[in-house]
Every structure is written in C-alpha cells, then in structure tokens.
C-alpha cells in the first residue's frame, strides 16, 4: 500500500486520519431504491466497499427511500441482491433513511428553535420566482421573520396533516443573496399526502434529499459521503445542515466523476423505459448494462471490478468505452473456463470413408493455456457439424479452410479432404462430402505434412441441440443514443439474433446458470439463468473473442 499510487480520495483520508479529523473510516453506498442498480453504480458501490476495506473501516447499505412516489420493495430486494453479488458485504449494516425520519423532524425543529428554518407559505412558483437567478440575488419570504413559536406551531400543523400538498414548505433560514443557489433558503420539509413503502401513513410531511442526506450520514457515523460530480454545488447546504444540527462526528462530502460508458443506455429513467414499453426482456435484458442483466449476459464480479479499477477515480468527467468492459469479461474467462466445441450455424460434413458405426473418444485439454482444468473426451464419428462459413464452394483469396479438393484439420480429430457437396432444388449446399487420412489424428505425433486451416465440429449424432443468442449494443451506434429531434433512443434492430439450431459437444448436456464456457472460435457464452432448462438449453453470448482493446502499459 506504501508505493502504490492513491486517488485523490484516498489521499484526503490519509491527511484526515493524520490530522485526527477522523480515528476510522465509514463510508455508505446510498441508492434510491426507484430502479435496478447499473454499471456506474457499481463504481460508487465498489468504491465505498474498496475504501472502507483498505482502511479497515465499515461500508453501509443504506436506501435513500425519502421520496415516497417512486420508491418499491421490488427495487430494494434487486438492490441487496446486486451489491451482494458484487461483493459488498455491508454485515448487519443495512439501513433505511426512512428509519430516521423522526431524528429529521428533531433536527427540524432544533433549527426553528435556533431561528435557523421558517415555514412558507409561497406556492412553488413564488418561490421560484423570489430564488433570483445566477446573476441576480433572491428577495426574502414575507415568511421569513415569522416567530420561533409560531413556526414551531405552523411545522406541527404540517405534520399533523392540516394542510394541502404544496400549502405550507418549511425552509432553512440562510442567505437569499448568496451566491450559491443552493444556499437561498431551500426547502427542506414538503406535505406529500402519500403513503411510504416502509412508513405507510405516518408521515405527509417528507424532507427533501439535501436536508436528509446529511442528517443520515451523520446518523450513521458515515466519516466519507461520497458522492458524484452534480453535488458538489450541494456541499455548502450539507456543511450547513451538518453544523447547524450540531452533531458530533460530521461527515464530509467528497464528489467524484460518474462512469460513462460511450455509446450506452445507463440512465435508470432509459432504461426503465426500455423496460416499460417492452424493448427489453426486463430490467435483467442482456443487452443492458444494470447489474443484473450484466450477470444474466455472464459478467462475472471479478470482471466488473477489474473495469472500474481501470476506470479509476477521478474528479473529472470522462468516458470509458464498451470495448474496456468486453476485455475485463475475456481476461476473466480465459484462463478459469473451459474451452467446448459448439457449431452455431450447422452444415453438415460426411466423412465417406469413416467406418459407418465408429465412434472414437478424442482426448482433448479443456484449456491449452491453463492445464489445471484437466482433459475431457469429446465423440468423433463419421457425421459431423460444422460451421457453414468453415465451407466455401468457390473459395475467395486467402481462404484457408474447406472448399473441394481441399484439407484441413478438424480439430482435435483428422484431416479431412473435401471431395464434394449435396445441395437442395433450390442449389444450397445442404451436405459437405469429405475423406479422411486415419494417419493424422490428433495427439498421434503426425508430421507428415501440413495444412493452414483448421476447423472446429460436433458429432451430428452426438451433438446437443441448444438456442443461441447473440446480441450487440441496443442503441445504433452510428446514430448515437440519442435522437435528436425527441430525446428518444435510437434503437438497433439487430441487437438480439436467436439461433434456434446450434450444436454443442454433448459435454454441455447438463450446463445450469451461471455457468460460462468459451466455444472456439465463437467467443465466451453463459448458461441464460432465466430460460435454458436442462433438454433445452439455452446460451447467451458474453462477448467474442478478438478485441481491439489495448491496454496502455506504462
Ligand atoms: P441514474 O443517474 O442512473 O438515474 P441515480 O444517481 O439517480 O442514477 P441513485 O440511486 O441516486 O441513482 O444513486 C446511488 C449512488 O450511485 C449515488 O451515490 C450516485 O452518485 C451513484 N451513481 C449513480 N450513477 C453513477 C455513475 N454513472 N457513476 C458512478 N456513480 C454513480
Ligand atoms: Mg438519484
């Protein structure tokens, strides 16, 4: 930990723990529970996680559920699902900001007794109105000199429900000049007759999120609230809240620059949207980048926190690239999976001078590069499948694998010499017709000569059928995410390809999610945890297997 170089957050820890502003480290990740986590809140999860584990200190779940319009059980059990699975462990630690509402209500009666908050009768107009702008300071409430009694009494009315939504606010007593927005008198308390997924009815007064976020992480003895880039204006309001309610240990906020990824849906609202109207197979649609359809595509943990320790922690805003993330998932893999034969779109190969009823079991090492995971058998007998593109009738240049009169080597089997095609009426080629050399089997050692392409197969009679799916970015690329015109997104009409006839080597016969194998020369594919059942197996592919990615090495 010495060398390594620190973030800039680590670096205000360090000089915090040093100078004695703190003795520990407590950090909270704080979602509200009104969608599916995605991949950029998986970089503020493992941030929050990653630090307090550094500095042996503790990391909270805490639901920020102040807003009782959006909010849904549904979402909470998704979100501890998905922080579980990322590997943050928040203990018994698992909080909900509406457990403190009453210590809220406490504060906001301590700050009208200190003169500090006043209750409002402007509509939301007015007080949009009186705000001013960013070049013109605001003009006071009427409001705002009312007694300390009499707003004591107006604040119990609210909560006692004795007025319309939007009647009555109650706001923080600061500066209608400042140059700050934030800091011209933001209402902190608003009546919302509505009912709250964990309070019910108790409350029609709730507090807006820069009041109550404070008031939280100061609960909760949280030492770093870090949040990203759009708060920072915000921080001055959370210094205020924390001083002027007076807690003992005071949090400190600390921004950093959200994750972008170039060319994505990452939005919750979007993607809610996908969702809603049906583009998507729910919130855990492969093609989307939440938690949950990242691991239902077979994204691994291990892969995710790679892509944001690569990302890094910054204060600016940048973008990473789809491409970064493809290559965490195949760095993963490579090595921790074996390597299967799969046939995607099946031609069939005869072998004509194979003895009819012979089948022979070839060895073959379930990783050439990791001889840890050992070898399996794989059947070889005188029908195959193999790729239709592994077969060209009149080859293009440079085309090394089967057209008439030529060999190649099957892998892990024979070489094989094509000597002609059946086709239909139509004049497709529905059969490849091939002789092989009982010399050249695999592993016999034979030197004989040489051929350039080599071609993968399944046992025609041995194969397992299996469905496909291949899938690409749901937004056209060339178009960008965005329409222009209406804001909507451009969608790609090829982002799912089910291929329903696909061949697998029978060793696949009993895969089960989460299970993730590569398939040569086809790229890695996980077992889809919703609709593959065993005799009926279903395949998603994680990614392919060539990159253009390159990490930069210093
Ligand atoms: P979205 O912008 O997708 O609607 P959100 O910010 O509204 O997400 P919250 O539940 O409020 O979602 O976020 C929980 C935490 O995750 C916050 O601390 C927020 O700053 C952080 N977060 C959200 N999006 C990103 C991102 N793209 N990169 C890093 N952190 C993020
Ligand atoms: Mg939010």
Redesign the pocket.
Known sequence: MENETKNFIEQIIDRDLAEGVCDHVQTR???????Y?????????L?NYGLAKKYQGQFNLRF?DTNPTKEKTEFVESIKEDVAWLGADWEDRLFFASDYFETMYECAVFLIKKGKAFVCDLTAEEIREYRGTLTEPGKDSPYRDRSVAENLELFENMKNGLYKDGEKVLRARIDMASPNINMRDPVIYRVAHMGHHNTGDTWCIYPMYDFAHPIEDAVEHVTHS???L??EDHRPLYNWVVQECEFDHPPKQIE?????LKNVV????Y?KKLVEDGTVDGWDDPRLVSISGLRRRGYTPESIRKFVELAGVSKSNSTCEMPMLEYCIREDLKLKRPRMMAVLHPLKLVIDNYPEDQVEYMEVANNQENPELGVRTVPFSRELYIEREDFMEVPVKKYFRLYPGNEVRLMNGYFVTCTGVVKDAEGNVTEVHCTYDPETRSGSGFTGRKVKGTIHWVSARHGVKAEVRLYENIVDEEKGVYNEEDGSLNLNPNSLTVLKDCYLEPNLAGASAPESFQFVRNGYFCVDSKDSRPGSLVFNRIVSLKSSFKIETK
């Open positions: 990740f704080p979602p509200e529970p009104n969608g986590l995605h991949i950029g809140h998986a970089k503020s999860i941030l920020d870090i949040c990203t759009e708060f950093f620059a959200k994750l972008y990452t939005g919750k609202r993607i």
